[in-house]
């Protein structure tokens, strides 16, 4: 059974940052992705298992930043210059390809999802 326990959300102030962290129980390639009410789920950034290749959705480019801590199965989302409309439910997700994926129906298992809540 594969476990991905997320932590890190919470409120902020615009402009401001948070890092959120996702601890799996097994090396996988990763995403996180976001969910606002009434929307779709959207990735926003992926990391590939083997050589940390990431990709980031353009809304999140030059403020966000995924990362992998391999010794400890975990990755991160740290997240600066935070917007309002950055507001959201934010999960992780893993995925058995080994390649960043960037798909919802491309990653086998979920985090609980952490709410990320930035006021203006």
């Known amino acids: 059974q594969v476990q991905l326990v997320e932590s890190g959300g919470g409120l902020v102030q615009a402009g401001g940052s948070l890092r959120l962290s996702c601890a799996a129980s097994?090396?996988?390639?990763m995403g996180w992705f976001r969910q606002a009410p009434g929307k779709e789920r959207d990735v926003v950034a992926a990391i590939s298992w083997s050589d940390s290749s990431t990709y980031y959705a353009d809304f999140v480019k030059g403020r966000f930043t995924i990362s992998r801590d391999d010794a400890k199965n975990t990755v991160y989302l740290q997240m600066n210059n935070l917007k309002p409309e950055d507001t959201a439910l934010y999960y992780c997700?893993?995925?058995?390809?080994?390649?960043?994926?960037?798909?919802?129906?491309?990653?086998?298992?979920w985090g609980q999802g952490t709410q990320v809540t930035v006021s203006s």
């Open positions: 097994a090396r996988y390639a």
């Open positions: 997700a893993a995925t058995e390809y080994g390649s960043m994926r960037t798909k919802v129906y491309e990653y086998d298992y």
